[in-house]
Every structure is written in C-alpha cells, then in structure tokens.
C-alpha cells in the first residue's frame, strides 16, 4: 500500500471498531466512505485491491472485515511504544487513553530529571534515560515519542537508533531525518510540528485556495 492508502485503511479500520461497539453487525461502502472522507467508490477499489469481497446489497460483515484489516495492519503483533521526554506534551501523551483502542501500548517513558522519573503517581512507569536500551529490549518497543527540547533532540534520535528502534515520532522542534539503521533498513520518522502546521492554516486561510464549482444543471445531469 501507499500512504494515502494506508492513511485511508487505517480509518476504515478505526471507524469499523467504532462501529462493533455499538452494536451492528454489517457495513457499507458509503458509511466508510463519511469516515475516510472519500467517496464510496475509493473504499470498494481499496477493498478490491487488499482482496475483501463484500456483496452489492449485504455490505461487508464487520468482525470479518475488522479481522481482515487487522491482518493486513500487523494488528497481531505487540504495538508497544515509548515516551521520551516527560514533559508537559509527554505526559499528556502518557495519560491519553485513546491509544488502547487502536491496539497500540505506551509501556514506558524516560527523562533526566529525578522528580520525574521518580513520580509513582503516573499511569505508566518513568525511567532514567540510562535504561533506555534496557527497557525497549525487555518490553520489545518498536516506537518511540519524542517530546524533548530542541537541544536534546539529535542525541536521543541516536540513543534510540542505537537501540534498535526504529519507528519515531517527533514532537521536538528539530526535523529528523530516516537513518540507516545496522540491520539495513532506514528507519521512519514522522515529524509533528505544531507549530508550522497552525501558520500553514493561518496562511490558507487568508489565501483560500477558489474551487470551481459546476453549475447547478451540470451536477444534475452528472448526477444522473
């Protein structure tokens, strides 16, 4: 899969467990279609392409389809991931309790400084950074959160390369790079920045982008 699909799998998925908790059984192309914000038509070619078959007027069994992306996911294998830095973004991180329902563990988190690490009211232990190595290969992390400043960013990038984690999330200010890691592979990096994404808004709203519009009678007939 690409991104974009990826990115649309991935809803479909979350809207589909959303779904089984209250209760129905079955689903449709176009009630996917609203969660992934496309049409109808992109969820049955992705479906298509992944090898799901669902029936023109029953729609899709939703345990089925849930099991089926699941697969396709790697939803079976232990999601575990770490926080670094625990700070105020960290911490919130760490008490976010939506991260269980996509399967996804947040098993630990580490920082420098000792009243942190040393706080036993938080809802998931707090390490030292020197049990970094210690803890990802106890607890099998594949992720790891970054919140720490600026300054720190670089060195702890390459603590956690070094420990053979290879999947990062970024919320500090520096942009990481994909490195090669020993086994080969590049790792992945996914930078967050708050920050530019809001001037981005700012910026596109005060130079909105004018969409063409059909005319009325157009979108009929295409309709039709």
Known sequence: MNKEQLI?????YRALIKLR????????AHNLADAAGVTATVVRKDFSQLSI???KRGGYQIVGLIESLSTILGKGDEQNA???????????LMHYSGFESDGINIVAGFDNDSNVYSDPSQPTPIYPTNRLEE??????VKVAII?????SAADTYRKILDADVAGVLNFSPVTLKPTLMKNGTMSIVHNINVGLSLEQIFYE???PKKKNVAPLHESLIEAN
């Open 205 to 207: 709203l005060k130079f």
């Open 21 to 28: 908790a209250i209760g129905l059984e079955r689903v449709f």
């Open 8 to 12: 649309r799998v991935t809803n479909y």
């Open 82 to 92: 770490i926080i670094l830095g625990c700070g105020r973004i960290g911490l919130a």
């Open 53 to 55: 078959l669902g029936q």
């Open 135 to 140: 803890v990802i290969r106890a607890l099998k």
């Open 147 to 151: 919140t720490v400043p600026e300054s």
